[in-house]
């Protein structure tokens, strides 16, 4: 079984200054997908950035950026220029590649970031 | 985007009785989809797996005679909380994927269980 390990129960950062997030975690699969998602006060998942395990490349969308270490079970999440807006915790997440179907997602414990005016 | 819409928001019950939480893909065909839990202050986990079509299949430790999901067409799964209990109240969410080769899922906004 795969799982998912946030270190970081609690983060604060700046406004318009860089946070980074970490995440860890074990796998003896080659092929899968890792996530960030965010949920704010309202409880609605939204995603923030998929990373194929396959992909050299680290993904980025926008403000937000991951550090993808294959061989270290690594995945951090960086978000730059931090807006009010960015407040809420972060789940890490894993998911099997190709499973059938059946596969749902594995989540960290999550880690609440503020962010201070 | 596709949407998932989940229903009730919230839901409050007397001990014992049970209640349907409803989970709809409204703008594509959910083959695929997911029941999680989340207690306060806690992160999420996968209760079961539903194929449209098929038998759920629950995650070890999940009573499945008490969590009844029925995934009977594309576009709706349900899950049943059976003989409801205090222990039961939890924040509920599904999410819906089209196709095996989609990587992501997309979730409802949740639905807050209070047993009482």
């Known amino acids: 079984a795969q799982t998912v390990t946030q270190s970081q129960p609690e983060m604060s950062v700046q406004e318009a200054e860089t946070v980074t997030l970490s995440c860890t975690y074990d796998?003896?699969?080659?092929?899968?997908?890792l996530f960030w998602y965010k949920q704010p006060p309202s409880r609605q998942m939204i995603l923030v950035i998929r990373?194929?395990?396959?992909k050299q490349q680290n993904a980025t969308e926008n403000r937000f950026s991951v550090n993808f270490q294959k061989a270290a079970k690594s995945f951090s999440l960086k978000i730059s220029d931090s807006q009010l807006g960015d407040a809420a915790m972060y789940f890490c997440?894993?998911?099997?590649w190709g499973a059938g179907g059946a596969d749902g997602l594995t989540f960290g414990k999550g880690t609440h970031l503020i962010i201070q005016p | 985007g596709a949407v998932v819409s989940q229903h009730p928001s919230w839901v409050i019950c007397k001990s014992g009785t049970s209640v349907k939480i409803e989970c709809r893909s409204l703008?594509?065909?959910?083959?695929?989809m997911f029941w999680y839990r989340q207690f306060p202050k806690q992160s999420l986990m996968l209760m079961a797996t539903s194929n449209e079509g098929s038998k759920a299949t629950y995650e070890q430790g999940v009573e499945k005679d008490k969590f009844l999901i029925n995934h009977a067409s594309l576009t709706l799964s349900t899950l049943t909380v059976t003989s409801a209990h205090p222990e039961d109240s939890s924040f509920y969410i599904c999410s819906a994927r089209e196709g095996t080769e989609v990587a992501e899922a997309f979730f409802g906004q949740g639905t807050r269980l209070t047993v009482v």
């Open positions: 703008d594509f065909q959910a083959t695929t």
């Open positions: 796998t003896s699969e080659s092929d899968y997908y």
């Open positions: 997440a894993y998911r099997s």
């Open positions: 990373q194929e395990a396959y």
